[in-house]
Every structure is written in C-alpha cells, then in structure tokens.
C-alpha cells in the first residue's frame, strides 16, 4: 500500500476499473434480508455485543433507540465509510499500477465480480455444543469482509478489514504497540473464517490523522506532545496487522456465540433477560438500547452494581475504565 500510495500513479483512476468497481457497487444496493428459517443470525462484526443487547436485538418487540448524537461522531462515521470505499477503489488498481509488487491483489468471483463486501457475503449455519449444557444449538453467522486478498507469492487467500482511528497518530501507534489488533477486530476476522473457510487475515488500521507534510521535530510552534516526524521520518499513519486463525480461536467464539444463541431461544419462549455484569457495561457506549436496558434493569441487579461499584471506589480500581463504566451506567438508574 505504500508503493502504490508513494507513486504519482496513484492521483488517477483508471475509468474502465472505475466504472466496472461502481457498476458492481450499483448491483448489490438494497436490503438482502436474511432466510426465514428461525434461527438467530450474528454478523461477524457484531459478535461481541453484551447477552442482554443480544436479546434486546432479536426481540421485535424492542426497537433500537433512535436519538440525535454528537453532530462529529456523524461525520466521523461517514469519513470512516468513504475511505474504505476509496481504498477498496485502489487496492483494485494495485495490479495495474504497481505490477509484480503487488503481492496481494484483490480476489475474483466466478462470476467475475471483485471479492468484497456484498458480492462476498455468505451466511453459514452451525450446530456446536452449548459450554456447559453440552445440547447442540443452532446459529448461523453472516460476513460480508471489506476484502479476500490472493497472495501472489503463494496463491494463498486471505482476509482483509480495514479500520479508521480518529483517536490520532500517537494514540493510534501508541495502543497498537501495546496490544496488537483490536480483540473485537480479531473476533471478527475469526467468525469471517468460520464462514469463508480462510485461516489468514489482515487486519489493516487508517489513522485519519496524518503526520505533518514536512518534517515537524525541530519545529518550535509544535509542541513535543504533537509532533508527528521522529528520527527524520513521519510517525506510521497505517498499521498491517497478520493474524493467524487457530483451532482453538474458532472453537472459542462457536462456543460463546451457541451460549449466546441458547439465550436468545430460552428467551423466546419466555426465559429472562440477562442480566447487566460489571463487564457488560464495556460495551454500553455503542449500545442502541441503552434507555429501556437502564429502565427495565431489576432493582436486585442494580443492588448488585452498586456493591461493585462501591467496592471499586475504594480500590485500587477507583477511577479505572471498568469502575466508570459501571458508574456511568448507574448514572439515571431509577432505584
Ligand atoms: S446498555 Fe449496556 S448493559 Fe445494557 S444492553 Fe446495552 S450494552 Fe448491555
């Protein structure tokens, strides 16, 4: 990606690519709605939703919240879309511009399409054993990838997603050094090769920040917390992550998700909604369900979040992600 972005080749498309990339965009608008057979359908990037949103999802009796947000988080939003639609515009130009150094090229269907998005999107069914009851349950997994990449060298394939970070450049560099590809993403590319069969992915990160056009680290009017030049050279602006797809990994994620789909059934014919867990308010941020979770929670499992929310007060937790979390989600409670 960086040959190709570093050649002046890259400032212009190619119109028969183009108009063949937009006449396939054009083909799959509009909504594909899942088979009718019954069975709880999880979208590969939405395997780690908490047990209760799962449940509040595939209830039609409850509705995801509609409310306005922040007008930036639209943007950001829409600024996220629009690059994966032009990286995957360039990543089709890779083989004319760069030839034989492109060494991933974009996969083609039999039927001559490009390997992406909707043209790529399978729905698969499973039957894995429940982790504690042992009885099999039924789910199926839906993944429409932002790529499936033949390897030149090889003739291998493997998964691509592509990820924008608005955090900035060092707070992008500065997690990824950390902890590696996000655990969600991973999760995701695990649940795309259940679904496709391909053990390999690339997990490819954008920040949206870039470094400065010239070198910025003698620059007095920057300050150090913000340069984005170091020893000569622009701070990384994207990040290629591999991941290997184990055994284990997929077994992993069958497990939980059959869990998660017992659920769902058990609730369907009457069983309780989960409970929120001090872990589950990880995942309230994005959570489209949020009011009626926060006005249907049981005043036994408010007394519990309160315990642990007052225990991590006094802790060394006091002030930590997890102990505000729980707090924000106290936060409107009514007790
Ligand atoms: S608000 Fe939080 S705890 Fe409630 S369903 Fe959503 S993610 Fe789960």
Not at 208 to 236: H, I, L, N
Not at 252 to 261: F, I, P
Not at 263 to 289: H, N
Request: proline fraction near 4%.
């Amino acid at each position: 990606m960086d040959a190709y972005y570093a050649s002046p080749a890259s400032s212009f498309y190619d119109d028969k690519l183009s108009r063949k990339f937009y006449e396939q965009k054009l083909r799959h608008l509009g909504y594909k709605p899942y088979p009718n057979d019954g069975l709880i359908t999880f979208g590969a990037s939405g395997t780690n939703l908490c047990d209760r949103q799962l449940v509040f999802k595939n209830d039609r009796a409850t509705k995801p919240e509609k409310s306005d947000d922040l007008p930036f988080r639209g943007r950001q939003r829409r600024q996220g879309t629009a690059i994966v639609d032009y990286v995957q515009l360039d990543l089709i130009h890779m083989l004319k511009r760069l030839g034989p150094l492109a060494s991933f090229t974009m996969a083609v269907r039999d039927n001559g399409e490009w390997d992406f998005e909707e043209a790529a999107q399978e729905r698969r069914v499973f039957e894995w054993p429940h982790p504690e009851t042992g009885e099999l349950v039924k789910f199926a997994i839906t993944a429409k990838p932002d790529g499936k990449f033949d390897y030149v060298v090889d003739g291998s394939r493997i998964i691509f997603e592509y990820k924008t970070k608005a955090s900035g450049l060092r707070a992008m560099n500065g997690k990824l050094d950390y902890k590696g590809a996000q655990d969600e993403h991973v999760r995701q590319v695990t649940a795309e090769s259940l679904v496709f069969g391909i053990d390999e992915a690339l997990i490819v990160y954008e920040s949206t920040q870039k470094p400065a056009w010239f070198d910025d680290a003698a620059s007095t009017s920057v300050t150090k917390g913000q340069k984005t030049w170091e020893d000569g050279a622009p701070r990384p602006d994207l990040r290629a992550f591999y991941v290997e797809i184990t055994e284990e990994m997929k077994h992993a994620l069958l497990s939980d998700l059959a869990r998660q789909a017992a659920l769902v059934y058990e609730q369907r014919t009457g069983g309780e909604v989960p409970e929120v867990t001090v872990d589950s308010t990880d995942k309230c941020g994005f959570c489209q369900f949020t009011d009626h979770c926060k006005r249907t929670v049981t005043d036994g499992n408010v007394a519990k979040l309160q315990r642990a929310e007052s225990a991590m007060a006094t802790s060394s937790m006091a002030g930590k992600k997890e102990h505000c979390n729980v707090a924000k989600f106290l936060e409107g409670v009514a007790v």
